[in-house]
DNA sequence: TATGAATGAGGATTCATTCAT
DNA sequence: TATGAATGAATCCTCATTCAT
């Protein structure tokens, strides 16, 4: 599959703008699946095609790559929400409907749905990671989801809710399919099918959510 | 042989059936505030007041610990909502309330809520671990929220929903309560109190499970 | 040599109050030969006829077992010499004698005599035991020798002297002595024994204080 | 291709014969301030202003350098007295102040001064150095000061001594100043500045050196 | 010639587990 | 049964050395 190598391949080649990337990449999979613990620095580099002394060059240690596989993967999720929020034009319950399917399709699949996960198990271990993990993660996320919901209630849309409070119980059944995929995935043949468990989601929040008197509020009829 | 005792051994001096028990407890303390793998064996001896030695007189080795750790402290929750469930006889939303606060006000104070942290961080390491948790707890505690749910559609209390699917959406809020309590309860100020997040809860899903037309009798049509 | 093993001889018997100081011995050994960077602990362990992990029973780290080292083995000599200082009652002269050849005598075939070797090398890489050995033994030596030269000078048997400036220069010959044994000790045939040595140097010294007019008395004038 | 060069790029830019000198230099003052083992070559590299790779232009390996260090800093010192030596025509006593004070002052500030330290430290460990230094260096000095002592002996300005002893313990102060500044200079404020300790050091030799009866002996009055 | 990314052997340290007491 | 000293495999990390560029 790789381009055919010249006949006396190098042992190695530099490539040094990749290699931070490369390493983040494997060290996310080993990390993701068997926890910060359990995962050798050896196969870390194993896996990445790089030799134990390469991460040095690029890490101080094994707490600074694993900060760095957190870091490095978790804005890019939050940007494509916060994005389709600010120029959505429908419904808020298209808008939650696409915000939460969007997610899923970018993320569902990866070992980025992991990190939850590794987060949850060692939130006690690094607390400067979980704070940054909780401030720029975890609290950009409720701000959104608020700001959707506040946005369907002020429409008319959605029925007044304590939103401040309900943001939290809506986010969860999220995280926990995110985390669930990476810690049950094998055993689990019951779990229904992440799609169904999406859509029974989303029934039962725009259930909760519908305003039983549309009466419809303000100006903010934003119907497409 | 022995150094006679006092002549009035008191009665409740440490029994010897007693020990396990307490080094269960001291384990569980000690995995749940920092993980499987940084729970050092000594330390867990230290809590419990026993020498390291004496942990493998009564487990294998610190896996077997693990495993009694959350074989011991899993059953009891269940039993509790089980009984529940059998004798209630009012309507089928405060069953789910009663449910739920009563689950929490006996474990949300308690490690044991730590418990679903642990097993999620470990899951992979422990396959076998994991199956005994997804069978007999997760599983359990599916079929019984199921059951829960069925009772209040047949009654016509709730409107008709795809109770399979849903147990699973309606659960996970519950399980990220008792997750976050012990990941981010640190720096987590935002944080609503658990009373105000099952309250906002139980709003959202008796909200959503709410029949509109609640005319319907009992005993009534099982439509596909 | 010892006494016969029973027949099944275990893996390894417990002596907690035996191990510290063989591994100290070890240790020092190893130290004066190769240098601090150069002693693997793996050595260490052998050569006091136990594992790694039992360093560690004992000693932090590496150097925390260096300065055990140098700390355990420094003070005997300084208080022999004091003692001696105490008690003297013979002339200045003799007292210098007595004090250098006792001195050697008790160290100079000992790994001990290797330790100023030590510290001239690792002083920078460890201030706080340069710092100690400063105080506690370099001063302390200096002071000791000082109140000999003292001694002899208000009897009347040395000469005025700049005690405070000679005592430097009066002590050196004899730590490089130490030093050289275990440092050029295998390629110095030309080296002198270190009774000649010894000989010479006090030959030089006492010549050097000598008092040309021996007539003062004693409890004389501390002249300007 | 490149930026074009400023037109008169100066004459003296950094030859390349100069390389190797300017790496010893740097790992002079290094392994002076840190010992051998602790000296990381890239902090040579560094310091010499070249990247790590040129150090293996130019030396086979860290122990290839560290022997060119001992080597390029260490005959000039002995030339330069060897020198005064044989074209000196005052009395005995003034050859030996001079020969003293002039090394001090030659090498006195210099990181050059550490190198004794250095061998000292490391003798142990590179068996061919020691034997090196101890050939080319150690037993020139001493042949070279014999020479010294056997000059005033002979002209019956200092009595008669047993020279090839004597050497020895006169020399190991001056080392000892060497070696003291650069292990304990951090935490010896009590120390005599070198000024002085030369002082009394050249006052204690000489006295001890001085005949009683200067009976002018042989033919050998070189008297300024 | 010069660079510095990549290597990997080597060593300090940890900790679950064993076993003499 | 209970202890805790002793063990040693496992793993992180360093740094001298190599080599593609």
Redesign the pocket.
């Known amino acids: 599959m790789n381009a055919p190598r010249e006949k006396s391949q190098?042992?190695?080649?530099?490539?040094?703008d990749?290699?931070p990337e490369e390493i983040i990449a494997a060290a996310l999979e080993l990390f993701v699946e068997r926890g910060y613990?359990?995962?050798?620095?050896?196969d870390v580099?194993a896996r990445a095609?790089?030799?134990?002394?390469?991460?040095?060059?690029?890490f101080?240690?094994?707490?600074d790559?694993f900060k760095a596989v957190v870091r490095g993967n978790v804005l890019p999720v939050l940007q494509h929400g916060e994005l389709l929020v600010e120029n959505f034009s429908g419904s808020s319950a298209d808008l939650v409907r696409q915000l939460v399917l969007g997610w899923w399709e970018l993320t569902g699949s990866t070992k980025v749905a992991g990190i939850p996960k590794l987060i949850i198990a060692e939130a006690g271990n690094f607390p400067d990671l979980a704070r940054f993990y909780h401030d720029e993660v975890i609290l950009r996320a409720l701000s959104m989801f608020r700001r959707v919901l506040r946005r369907g209630v002020e429409a008319g849309e959605f029925r007044e809710v304590g939103v401040d409070n309900l943001v939290h119980v809506a986010l969860a059944p999220l995280v926990m399919l995110a985390v669930w995929r990476h810690s049950f995935a094998c055993c689990s043949r019951e779990q229904p099918e992440p799609e169904n468990y999406l859509e029974s989601y989303l029934d039962m929040l725009l259930h909760s959510l519908r305003n039983p008197q549309p009466t419809e509020k303000k100006h903010a009829r934003k119907k497409k």
């Open positions: 190098p042992r190695w080649t530099r490539r040094k990749a290699r613990a359990s995962t050798r620095l050896d580099a095609g790089v030799s134990k002394g390469t991460l040095y060059l690029y101080e240690n094994k707490e790559l």
